[in-house]
């Protein structure tokens, strides 16, 4: 069962934001939600996590909705090396590792 | 960068024969993890460690097995590969008190079964 749905591709322009929707309707209380990216080829990257509170980091911020059920990750100024895979994942801090699911994640292309 | 290095980078190996990757770490972390990548699927878990010789099965576990004699290595055996293992694997450790922590992905190992 998919945990999260993600739309499948996204086009950003250069220099503007990228906001990155993600749909987690069945979130438990004590999942967060993750988000990691992959650029063409390469081993797949964190970039930023939360609970409940909104969080920003050097990369990016995390918009968590008040329900918990969707999130955003917003890149604040996109460059062409934003270019990639973006997973949204949900996971409980402890558990079984059973429960990690990658799905198809979110084609990002920066466009010049 | 996390200290994670995978080797080979790129096999081809032919169909029955025994092929097993290697997953090294620096960092002393307890959870490691290998996953394979196919075009449509995402990443997908294989098998996990939760320690020196503790490892259970992931989602996608059937032809494969595992064996964590150390901390620093994890190892994924393909007994007898078949074409349907061509993909790209990938190794991943964390810290922490769970497998919810961070993840810190290797560079992947590209696998070809002829």
């Known amino acids: 069962d998919a945990k999260t749905t993600q739309p499948t591709s996204m086009d950003c322009a250069e220099g503007r934001a990228a906001n990155l929707p993600c749909n987690h309707s069945?979130?438990?209380?004590?999942?967060?939600v993750y988000w990691y990216r992959q650029i063409h080829s390469q081993g797949p990257q964190y970039i930023i996590h939360?609970?409940?509170n909104n969080e920003t980091n050097e990369m990016a911020s995390l918009i968590i909705t008040e329900d918990r059920k969707s999130s955003t990750l917003i890149l604040p100024h996109a460059t062409l090396r934003d270019t990639a895979v973006y997973y949204c994942i949900v996971i409980p801090l402890s558990g079984s590792a059973r429960q990690l699911t990658f799905g198809s994640g979110t084609q990002l292309t920066v466009l010049p | 960068d996390a200290g994670i290095t995978q080797s080979p980078r790129h096999k081809v190996t032919e169909t029955g024969t025994p092929v097993t990757l290697r997953c090294h770490q620096t960092?002393?972390?307890?959870?490691m993890y290998w996953y394979r990548q196919d075009p449509g699927h995402g990443l997908r878990l294989i098998h996990y460690s939760y320690g020196v010789k503790d490892t259970d099965k992931g989602e996608v576990s059937d032809g494969y097995s595992v064996s964590r004699s150390k901390t620093e290595d994890f190892l994924l055996t393909l007994e007898s590969a078949t074409s349907s293992q061509t993909s790209v694997y990938f190794c991943a450790i964390s810290g922490g008190t769970g497998p919810g922590d961070t993840q810190y992905f290797g560079p992947g190992t590209r696998l070809t079964v002829l």
């Open positions: 939360g609970l409940k």
């Open positions: 960092e002393n972390h307890r959870y």
């Open positions: 069945t979130i438990s209380g004590n999942e967060y």
